[in-house]
């Protein structure tokens, strides 16, 4: 019983340094949009395709993301109600309820503030789009679907696209978990779901160029495929072995998709984001089995602290990094900084960002979050 707590610590570790990756990969994604890495002094010291790979990886980081959300919310579900058809619906909402909408709401007030002051790049300024539809798109979870048909949105706005598919996502999941009941049904539709990405991705590939990156069937196929490999994990014993083997084996992968999965498109088509998005759920499986079987946990690797706190803060990070981006890339063009000195920029934006997504977890998303709980939960318990 003593060393649960460790488990839990260790294995929420692993996947927080994963979370970690993902979010700096999106951010590094929104800051070398604006400042080429590639084209920077680190082009004569490092590979280019390495710096590319940096940069322009931030819709298979925001997949990645998908992969473990299932993962870990799936994992959650079985452990607080041990089968899918025994999941407390209210329970379920609420806590769902808790941990998204209070940060999003007080970004999408901040934004409205923003665009009304007519602040440079929070303004909603192209035709078709307008304040009203950003805030109905973006509370109606459909801004990916809104954007597909008038164009991007500001930044800020543009990065709630994926909430509009994951949450829409866990809205229906656990209404299908009651109807499937049982472990073995519920894993079975996941996988098949899974499976379809490639497909779903092609079928929006023949719309535009943003419902492709944004569509809803890929999302959620992505999102299955972690949920399915939660099922698995959940009948594994705690191997070391094999999870030391499943996590080298999904994150030299992921590595090698993320670094040359531009040269397996010739040959495998959509079917690279489905490979990317199995290798993630074998990285998590692995990470997960192998924190479980370890009796007496290791200590985390020195020096990734900082990676492990974005993992945490990942969700903080997401919603609030742009405006460490716009505001940064506007004093680096204010000052007339060098394109060669560019790289020097992408450090202090990484860290005032984390800062950012702490600031505002502490000050409203775990305040908000503890007082929903004790009202909604506390209280559905007690009656």
């Known amino acids: 019983m003593a060393s649960t707590p460790h488990r839990a610590l260790a294995r929420n570790s692993g996947i927080d340094l994963l979370r970690g990756v993902s979010i700096v990969l999106v951010l590094c994604n929104h800051i070398g949009l604006r400042i080429p890495l590639q084209h920077t002094a680190l082009a004569a010291w490092l590979p280019v395709r390495l710096l590319k790979a940096v940069i322009y990886n931030g819709l298979p980081a925001v997949y990645m993301f998908f992969v473990i959300s299932g993962f870990l919310i799936t994992t959650n579900l079985l452990r607080r109600w041990g089968e899918p058809g025994a999941v407390r619906l209210r329970a379920f909402y609420a806590r769902r309820f808790a941990r998204i909408v209070p940060l999003l709401l007080l970004v999408l007030v901040v934004l409205s503030g923003l665009h009304l002051a007519g602040v440079p ?215 007339g900084s060098a394109l060669a000195e560019g790289y020097l920029w992408y450090v202090p934006m990484v860290a005032l960002a984390l800062g950012l997504g702490s600031l505002v977890a502490r000050t409203v998303s775990q305040p908000c979050e503890r007082v929903l709980r004790a009202r909604w939960l506390e209280s559905n318990q007690a009656a």
């Open 121 to 335: 790049d929070f303004v909603i300024h192209r035709p078709g789009q307008s304040l009203g539809g950003a805030l109905a798109s973006a509370l109606g979870l459909y801004l990916n679907w809104y954007e597909a048909h008038t164009g991007y949105l500001p930044g800020n706005w543009d990065v709630l696209w994926s909430l509009s598919i994951e949450e829409l996502f866990y809205l229906g999941f656990p209404l299908v978990c009651l109807g499937l009941a049982r472990r073995w049904r519920l894993g079975v539709v996941l996988v098949l779901l899974a499976l379809t990405l490639p497909w779903g991705r092609a079928l929006a590939a023949h719309g535009n160029e943003i419902w492709l990156e944004k569509a809803y069937w890929p999302g959620m196929a992505a999102i299955a495929c972690g949920a399915s490999g939660a099922l698995l994990a959940a009948q594994l014993d705690g191997s070391v072995r094999r999870g030391r083997v499943l996590a080298w084996l999904g994150g030299v992968i992921l590595a090698l998709l993320l670094i040359w999965g531009d040269r397996l498109w010739p040959w495998l088509g959509q079917g690279v984001m489905l490979a990317l998005v199995v290798a993630t759920t074998m990285l998590v499986i692995g990470l997960h089995e192998r924190a479980l079987g370890v009796a007496t946990p290791s200590r985390p690797l020195p020096g990734l602290g900082w990676l492990r706190a974005c993992g945490r803060l990942s969700y903080e990070i997401y919603l609030t990094h742009m405006f460490v981006v716009y505001t940064a890339v506007g004093l680096y063009h204010r000052w």
